[in-house]
């Protein structure tokens, strides 16, 4: 018997647990992660303004990224402004990066649609909440990128869970065979509401599921920034000089429950949380710009009141936010409101006194 | 003039858009070089290439999730699902993504994409391939649905759908793609989506349907008319919206009403007209409204399928009911 096909799954990651760099990766500038630095960490801080608004009653259901930073701004801070991203709901890091507004995200998360007409990216998709459906819409784009000869890439995200739906296979598969641009990256937080990665699939990677499509799939340390951006830029360099796609895992750890309805102390252990604690990515970046002396115990402090004053000044923004016209509900389903529909909002409106 | 088959026509109003607009793309399973499995794309790949005309992996569900990504981005997409009972798993794309991306983004996004597929029975096909699906997809805010009856329409209503800023399901009656020939202008105008068309014209009962068994009730017209009795028939085409105006207006005038679908009764499209009917013109109404629908029953399979199917002999003997009331 011989092999007919051989397969690789390589493996990225340049900072250890402590921030020790073994070897830099190519082109590495250090200054360049000083940005990144500061949006993880407003990233962080924004989540925990999220959780306290929705404790206090002022945001309705909120899916924290608390440890996951590494990954989401990652992604996008190796993007360019005009590839396309197609989130799902835990990328609060890679929409910020691109330019979403916090005041944006609350407004959605509180259950405002205006929250998803973000001022910029404006061809960035909103936050994909069915599972796995995103990846498709990331193939038509993609497809639309080809087609126009643009050298653009569409980005779009899933987590460990998703990678059980056909809609993530299927879109790989058409993506490999028609050779377009998108980059597929698995956040790997090892839990998908309550079933951890190890029931969610007898594969040894997320990775390879790549294989089957035929198309490059590469696991990284997703707490290690350096590893984060190295392996997603490279893919997308590929699919930007027509290449095709590309699939990254990111393995990290969601620290946080599901959202803020879960409770993750029903189904795992907290030795297994503190365990990860150590090595959550914010601490590790922070350690590596300490030790480059490129960051200061005074940078920190400075950092963190500035942020704090920004999430509450965005807080302030949303809470001041005039609700949105009743008349909404109806105004843009369709592009021309049909005379049935125009009906039903007249008649809502004169119900409501607002005619 | 040409003198054009429903198959024909869809052929021709898609070879127009590709010619005039630069964002149609088409894709499904077989369309390209085997012109689909009906031939309704017969020869355009050739005449437009591989980057506009292409063969989709066999994958409905990500087909109509390309769809919505490539009409967000602009682009004009019209997909094949290559019969109707495959369209199921296209489900979570249309009523989770396509029917609300300009809603859930104020506008910002939108999705001008069109899905055809073949619809409905009496061709003996195999297992799933004779399924009326209107009623599910005229449930579903955001979405337009249409289904055409006539090559003439056939034509007008798919160039609408590819240029309606929204997305439009176009369900073409399998039964009609060959069965009818009429002369079609191909000069590119589209007819409105949203209006019935009255067919023919009458005051004693009302017949509204669409799709493949408006050939039946113009059978049944046919007959009445033998009889004395004036039927008006309205081919209601466009599921959503609805024209209700054009069938009040007549049932004002007529006083009865059979509404004739292939699809299920309970929930289909012929309830929410009967409701309108209700509520809107009950005034008018001189007899309890009649439907003659398919059954309550999957399509049967090939040996019994013309029993599921509205007959011309029930559609007789719903506006004999009618009448005698």
Redesign the interface.
Known sequence: MIPIAEFRVPYTRFLDAHGHLASPPPDFQPHDLLPVYRAMALTRAFDAKAVALQRTGQLRTYPSSLGQEAVTVGLASVMRAED?L?PTYRETGAMLWRGVRMQELLLYWSGD??G???AGP??D??IA??IA?Q???????????Q?RRQPRV?VVTLGDGATSK??FY??M??AG??RLPVVFVVTNNQWAISLPARKQTAAATFAQKAIAAGIPGEQCDGNDILAVRDCIGRALERARVGDGPSLIECVTYRLSDHTTADDARRYRAQDEVSAAWALEPLARLRHFLVDQKLWSKQDEETLLADNQAAVSAAAADYLATPPQALS?LFD?????L????AAQRQQLLTERGQA | MNTLTLLDAINAALAWELAHDDNV?LFGEDIGKNGGVFRATLGLQERFGE?RV?D??L?E??I????????????R?VCEIQFAGFMYSTF??LI??AA???????????CPMVLRTPVGGGIHAPEHHGESPEAWLAHT??L?VVSPSSPARAYGLLLAAIR???PVIFLEPTRLYRLLKEPVADNGEALPL?AAFTLREGCDVTLVSWGASVLETLQAAEQLAEQGVSAEVIDVASLK??D??TILASVAKTGRCVIVHEAARQCGVGAEIAANLASEGLMSLLAPVERVTGFDTPLPLARLEDEYLPSVARILAAVERVRAY
């Not at chain 1, 843009?332 to 021309?336: G, R, S």
């Not at chain 2, 390309?66 to 981005?73: D, K, L, R, T, V």
């Open positions: 396309v197609l649609e205006r998803s007409d973000f404006r061809e998709f909103p909440v069915p459906s990846c498709g819409h990331a193939v038509g784009v993609g497809f639309a990128f087609y569409a056909g809609d299927e879109a598969n058409t065979a028609w909404t843009y389903l369709y592009a021309e049909p005379a049935d529909l | 793309v980057q292409l989709a992996p994958a569900t990500q109509a999730g390309m769809a919505i990504g490539m009409a967000a981005q602009g682009l997409p979570d794309h989770n993504h609300r991306l300009r809603h859930r983004t104020r506008g910002r996004l939108s805010p955001g337009k309606d800023p929204d949203g919206p609805l209700m105006p």
